[in-house]
């Protein structure tokens, strides 16, 4: 009923200068720097999905009872548009991206929004603000979809409102220094997700309960914090906001491992699209267990030689050592191995238009 909604065009008067614009995307890190509109849409009980307007970027007033603040029904997705040699502009599977949010959705009792309208949502703030699109190597423009309550009260219930936004942010590397191996601490105290919880969401409180770990990860000299299963603190399920992968063995004959989706994992786009990469180029891929003995085991008697994590902010970053309260090593030689950067230029290839996107994977906007 509402998925051929028109998104009202209201952009600003006052447009920044080239100048102004070029300077503001120097160097503009990540999530940092955001671009001069936005899209909202809202929802409430009754009438569905209504008013989609793409206005100035500007602050929101909220209310101090709104129900967001006190009982997080927030949920959000991240995907990049990316600039083409040829001036197009396209993004990702962003239709994937709208199938996670509206699970995201059920799972935080929360209205799912059409998919169409989702993809026209992105589409529509990416084509109004297509100057801010970076065309440097390893830049893009992020973009954060996300929904929160807006209905006032402290009553514990599900919201009868909500608001569905898209705003827009030009992105470097996400960890600075680049392609650089990361260190990580198993963090056996905290867990991110337990069976029954909302592991598998993209939800603000996911993020929120990581954070303590995240510090204790940094107290310990490392630089991101890999999860365990909450059952037994042995199976590996995630690094920080990102998916695993293990490779064992090298050349053509590697075979590569990624935890199974259990149910407490995000399961990520870069991970799938990885699944199916690795298999084009031959190698043997599987969805399975490991655990953090198996890891150590691994690394020690060589068959496990690289590990790396992948998500959309920071595509794929190599794992060079690993801490817990009562191990430490080192993976491989501790730098970028050969599979990890294969894959990673395999992937980035396709999205920034310099390999045949042999999956239909890309979607146009401009
Ligand atoms: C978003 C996210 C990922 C990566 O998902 P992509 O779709 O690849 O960006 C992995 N783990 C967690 C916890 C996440 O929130």
Redesign the pocket.
């Known amino acids: 009923m509402t998925t051929s909604m028109t998104i009202d065009l209201k952009p600003t008067a006052t447009p920044l200068s080239d100048d102004e614009r070029a300077a503001r995307m120097t160097n503009p890190g990540f999530g940092r720097v955001f671009t001069e509109h936005m899209v909202t849409i809202r929802w409430s009980e009754g009438r569905g999905w209504h008013d989609a307007q793409l206005t100035p970027y500007a602050s929101l007033d909220i209310d101090p009872a709104n129900m967001t603040l006190h009982y997080g029904q927030s949920i959000f997705e991240?995907l990049k548009a990316y600039r083409h040699a040829d001036g197009s502009i396209v993004t990702f599977r962003p239709e994937e991206?709208a199938k996670r949010f509206q699970a995201s959705a059920r799972r935080l009792a929360m209205p799912e929004i059409p998919v169409e309208l989702f993809v026209e949502a992105c589409d529509a703030l990416v084509k109004q603000d297509r100057a801010w699109v970076p065309g440097a190597e390893e830049q893009s423009l992020y973009l954060r979809p996300f929904m929160f309550a807006t209905e006032v009260g402290l009553g514990v219930r599900p919201s009868n409102e909500f608001l569905f936004m898209v705003i827009a942010s030009p992105a470097g590397a996400y960890f600075a220094g680049g392609v650089k191996p990361v260190s990580v601490w198993l963090s056996k105290e905290y867990v991110r997700a337990a069976p029954g919880g909302t592991g598998a969401a993209?939800c603000a409180g996911?993020y929120a309960a990581s954070l303590v770990a995240q510090a204790q990860a940094a107290e310990q000299g490392c630089d991101q914090v890999v999860w365990l299963d909450a059952n037994e603190r042995r199976w590996i399920e995630?690094m920080g906001?990102?998916?695993l992968y293990f490779v064992q063995g090298s050349g053509p004959g590697a075979r590569i491992l990624t935890p199974s989706l259990t149910g407490s994992l995000?399961p990520?786009?870069?991970?799938a699209s990885l699944l199916r990469l690795a298999e084009d180029r031959g190698y043997a891929v599987e969805e399975g267990k490991i655990s953090v003995e198996d890891w150590q085991a691994g690394t020690a008697d060589g068959s496990i030689t690289e590990v790396f994590a992948?998500?959309?902010?920071a595509v794929i970053t190599p794992v060079g050592s690993v801490k817990s309260t009562d191990a430490s090593w080192t993976v491989g030689d501790g730098g970028a191995g050969p599979v990890t950067m294969e894959l990673r230029k395999a992937l980035t290839d396709i999205q920034t238009g310099n390999a045949a996107d042999t999956h239909d994977w890309l979607h146009k906007i401009v």
């Open positions: 991240g991206n993209k996911n995630e906001g990102m998916n995000l990520g786009i870069t991970r992948c998500g959309t902010a």
